[in-house]
């Protein structure tokens, strides 16, 4: 079935580095969702994509649509403590029919920020 | 976006026994999903609910396990039967709402279920 690939797997950063992190997807996808988690809460919408090499960012974040459709990025600058969480990916089960299409997930990226 | 509550937040409960999860959204949505994450591992989809017709379930999960209900646009319950240690996850609500392209999920707090 389709799987997401999601890297890395967990960073440790000092405050005010960029971070970067990225999905691929051996299948085609139409639609990229990036979504942050905090402990004990459900996942956030970040940030959505919806078209090959479309660039969206939401204010310190910034996330990029692969222009092959197979992959994605999520990038953070100047981290700052309250970014700490788990980042996800996530995209259609049915990558290219469109739609309310259930989402699949990356394994997520666990970001720790040291002041 | 959409403001989805859940209940109970927490809970923990004893092996054999079962509950059942109460999702609310702020409007009307056509549909609603189930989702467990077991600790430290990423979500996955337990089924899909639409109203008025019969919760569609991803390969793994049936229904005698977790029974959905969907009685209006606004609500669904999802319970968890004959519960052991291995259902101790966090289980979350969705709903779909159109962006550009279509796909966008938004998520409830998420109930978190110890068995013990």
């Known amino acids: 079935g389709q799987q997401l690939n999601q890297s890395p797997q967990s960073m440790f950063i000092q405050e005010g580095e960029d971070v970067s992190m990225n999905c691929t997807s051996s299948s085609i996808f139409n639609t990229w969702l990036w979504y942050k988690q905090d402990p004990g809460e459900g996942p956030v919408l970040l940030i959505a994509l919806y078209k090959a090499g479309e660039l969206t960012s939401n204010g310190r974040l910034t996330a990029q649509f692969g222009t092959t459709r197979k992959d994605s990025f999520l990038n953070i600058s100047a981290s700052i403590p309250s970014d700490v969480g788990i980042y996800f990916c996530a995209g259609p089960k049915a990558p290219i029919s469109g739609g309310y299409n259930k989402l699949i997930f990356g394994a997520g990226t666990r970001l720790a920020v040291h002041p | 976006s959409a403001v989805i509550s859940q209940k109970p937040s927490r809970d923990i409960c004893q092996r054999g026994t079962s509950l059942t999860i109460q999702c609310q959204v702020d409007s009307q949505v056509t549909m609603m999903f189930w989702y467990r994450q077991q600790p430290g591992q990423s979500l996955t989809l337990i089924a899909t609910a639409n109203q008025g017709s019969e919760a569609t379930y991803e390969s793994g999960f049936v229904i005698d396990k977790f029974p959905i209900s969907r009685p209006n646009l606004t609500f669904s319950t999802l319970t968890v039967s004959n519960m052991s240690p291995e259902d101790s996850s966090i289980y979350l609500c969705?709903?779909?709402?159109?962006?550009?392209?279509?796909?966008?999920?938004?998520f409830g707090p998420g109930t978190r279920l110890t068995v013990l």
């Open positions: 969705s709903v779909a709402r159109g962006g550009g392209g279509g796909d966008t999920q938004y």
